[in-house]
Nanobody, 121 residues
């Protein structure tokens, strides 16, 4: 009933930039928070950045000053602008959203399929 579709990953050299996008679609009534997580090989999935429906944001310390999260509520889309990328940013990046569907009783968490970001040194 709900899909999160990510785009924008790829291969970039250290110091470069990438912009990730994630569009939510389906039988959506409202979207609470949206955000990005990442998982590197052999590591646990970790929060990168999150944004509330009102626009408040919270970034992981490792990306503060380099990554910016934003959203377009009219398009149900969340973005992650990643600048000054480092090799340690290499991971699969997952979009996440807390969504209430039409006729639903409570919000649920949804995940995108993931997009690979690789930063070469």
């Amino acid at each position: 009933q709900v899909q999160l579709v990510e785009s924008g990953g790829g291969l970039v050299q250290a110091g470069g930039s990438l912009r990730l996008s994630c569009a939510a679609s389906g039988n959506i009534f409202s979207i609470n928070s949206m955000g990005w997580y990442r998982q590197a090989p052999g590591k646990q999935r970790e929060l990168v950045a999150i944004i509330t429906s009102g626009g408040s944001t919270n970034n992981a310390d490792s990306v503060k000053g380099r990554f910016t999260i934003s959203r377009d509520n009219t398009e149900n889309t969340v973005y992650l602008q990643m600048n000054s990328l480092k090799p340690e940013d290499t991971a699969v990046y997952y979009c996440h959203a807390v969504i209430s569907i039409v006729g639903g009783t409570r919000p649920y968490r949804y995940w995108g399929q993931g997009t690979q970001v690789t930063v070469s040194s």
